[in-house]
């Protein structure tokens, strides 16, 4: 439970009354909401925080919600969900007094710049270097599927400081100003015609050793912050019952099926049941996991929720599609190639939400990759094999 309920309250009161959010530019609203301590509450004081916890926080989101506050977690995914908690437990304070407030406020967007062709599940393989040059670090290589790089004025890029190290000893988080000279950004269009995520490209891109986040040859253990907070950032909302993905599809069983009794429609029901109670069941735990997590970088929880997720959402946009009959087999839109203004997330476009669903047991680590990672850390079963473990990274064969 929340450790000060009524003292969050009545911050809250006084932040709704002083920018009305019907009433306030968001980027305005964000900004009060920021330096009262109220963007993230379990953030150390002066950092957007008041050193609360992560329960505290789900109180005062919800009180926000209900008052029709903006989001900046929808508007900077990235930025408000991963990069900032990542720099709250290893940037320097000149970093985070540097960065937070604008990803808060999302007047600067953020993409994440792990993946690249040779390195997802394995990301620690990775293969972009950056080389030190003076007080500067030269950076080449291909990231691939950036999420809002098109969008993003910043990325947290991890990258190969020392091939000589075994894999995950010699890599360095940076960073990185995605408008500098050397970064390019080119667009990569998903099943739904959209190009929500990109390749970008590094030709001798130079980064300030200033905006090196952590120690050189440290940057797993950063990365490792980054990842365990985008699971919990996909998988880890506790929305309202019956709301999200299983709305959609009780609304199109209301709408088409309600009072039908034939063999069908039961088989149907069956189905929606069983959604029901996971998504409820999922809803419940991470409720539970929301309430629990004192501070820090969320556990292997988050994989839970990730993985129950992802697996979910992708059963109930079949069933949705079924739901719609023969209506289903066809796509809501002409279906236009775009570079969208953002990531696909709540909306009532059952077509669109069936293929952008197949993506979430791919991003943010497979289902596979969160079974294993329960395997190992939950259930205690023995590890993967990994012969690449002691070796050094440049003499571990790659395709
Ligand atoms: C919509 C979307 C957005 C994304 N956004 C970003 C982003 O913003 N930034 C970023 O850095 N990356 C991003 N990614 C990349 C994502 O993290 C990777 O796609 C993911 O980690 C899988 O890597 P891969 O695609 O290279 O597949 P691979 O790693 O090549 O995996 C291929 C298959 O092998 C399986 N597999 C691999 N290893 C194991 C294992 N050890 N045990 C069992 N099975 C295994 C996988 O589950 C999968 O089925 C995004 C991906 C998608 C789909």
Known sequence: MPVDTDRLDLLVDELLAKVPPATTDPTAFMGEQFDRG?????????????????????????????????????????????????????????????????????????CQLFSEPGAGSDVASLATSAQPDGDEWLVNGQKVWTT??????????????????????????????????????????????????????????????????????????VAVTTLMNERVAIGGAVSRRDQGPIGDALRLWRERWLGVTSPEAQVLRDRLVSSWIR???????????????????????????????????KRIYELCVDLMGAEGMLHSSDYPKVRPGGITLGTTDVHKMFLRARANSIEGGTSEVMRNILGERVLGLPGEPRADKDVAWKDVPRS
């Not at 894999?167 to 950004?185: S, Y």
Request: glycine share 10%.
């Open 38 to 110: 109220l963007a993230w509450v379990q953030f150390p004081e002066g950092r957007g925080g008041l050193g609360l916890t992560p329960a505290d926080q789900q109180h005062v989101a919800r009180r926000l919600h209900q008052a029709g506050a903006p989001l900046a977690g929808l508007r900077n995914l990235i930025g408000y969900g991963m990069v900032a908690p990542t720099l709250v437990a290893h940037g320097t304070p000149e970093q985070q007094e540097r960065y937070l407030r604008s990803i808060f406020t999302c007047e600067e967007i953020w």
């Open 148 to 221: 809002v790089a098109h969008l993003a004025r910043f990325g947290l890029l991890l990258a190969r400081t020392d091939p000589d190290q075994p894999k995950h000893r010699g890599m360095t988080c940076f960073l990185v100003d995605m408008h500098g000279p050397g970064v390019e950004v080119r667009p990569l269009y998903q099943i739904t015609g959209e190009a929500e995520f990109n390749e970008v490209f590094f030709t001798d891109a130079r980064v300030p050793d200033a905006s090196r986040l952590g120690a050189v040859g440290d940057g797993w253990r």
């Open 279 to 313: 998504s409820e069941v999922t809803r419940l735990t991470n409720l539970r996991a929301a309430e629990t997590r004192q501070s820090g970088t969320p556990g292997p929880e988050g994989s839970v929720a990730k993985l129950a997720f992802a697996e979910e959402n």
